[in-house]
Every structure is written in C-alpha cells, then in structure tokens.
C-alpha cells in the first residue's frame, strides 16, 4: 500500500518561514511527479507546487510564486516546501500527492496518492 507521510507543520507568525516535508514508502517519490496542495475547512482543495521526478522542472500556484520552493531528494525519497514570507491566507491543511510524471495542470481526482495531510497555522 503506498504512503504518503507529511510533516513539519506547525504554527508560525505572518512574514515568517516554515519548511514541510513528505516521505514515502517505496519508490512512489522518485517514481512519480510529486506535488503540495492545500486546503481550507468547507473549501476546495487547491493546487500550490509540483515537481517532476528529474527535479529539473517545477510549476506553482500563483498565490506562492517567490515565496514557496519545492525540491526533492530522491536518494532519502522525500520530497520539501520551503515556505518563506507566509501570510495568514496561507493557513491551510498542506497535503502532499503523487501521480505519473507530468507537470500538465490536473485538478486533484487526477493524483492517485495522498498523504493525511499537516495543519500549517500562519498568525497575523
């Protein structure tokens, strides 16, 4: 059974930085597109980072371009969110996900593999 595990999350203050991190069991990570999304009680989730399995290419929400970088590691089979500069809007349940090697914008029924997700809490 593949498992996606979040962690890292926490509660930090606006314009502060907070860095998360997904493990996987397996090769899922070094295998697949990995991907952050995120989202907030009664709304949809929404799409934040991706990156593909080389680590050469990487595509973002707009709402986190320049502040947001996700890598990966594939020899420890993790994959990071480094967030910098956060603002309250950016509070949310952080979940990481995984689907074949594709960068193609694709809403979330099309990433077969989820984590539980980690709570990111930015005060203002």
């Known amino acids: 059974q593949v498992q996606l595990v979040e962690s890292g999350g926490g509660l930090v203050q606006a314009g502060g930085s907070l860095s998360i991190s997904c493990a996987a069991s397996?090769?899922?990570?070094?295998?697949?597109?990995v991907g952050w999304f995120r989202q907030a009680p009664g709304k949809e989730r929404e799409f934040v980072a991706a990156?593909?399995?080389?680590?050469?290419?990487?595509v973002y929400a707009d709402s986190v371009k320049g502040r947001f970088t996700i890598s990966r590691d594939n020899a420890k089979n993790t994959v990071s969110l480094q967030m910098n500069t956060l603002k309250p809007e950016d509070t949310d349940v952080y979940y990481c996900?995984?689907?074949?090697?594709?960068?193609?914008?694709?809403?979330?029924?099309?990433?077969?593999?989820w984590g539980q997700g980690t709570q990111v809490t930015v005060s203002s």
């Open positions: 996900a995984a689907r074949g090697d594709s960068l193609a914008p694709s809403p979330p029924r099309a990433w077969p593999y």
């Open positions: 397996g090769r899922i990570i070094s295998r697949n597109t």
């Open positions: 990156i593909r399995r080389s680590g050469g290419n990487t």
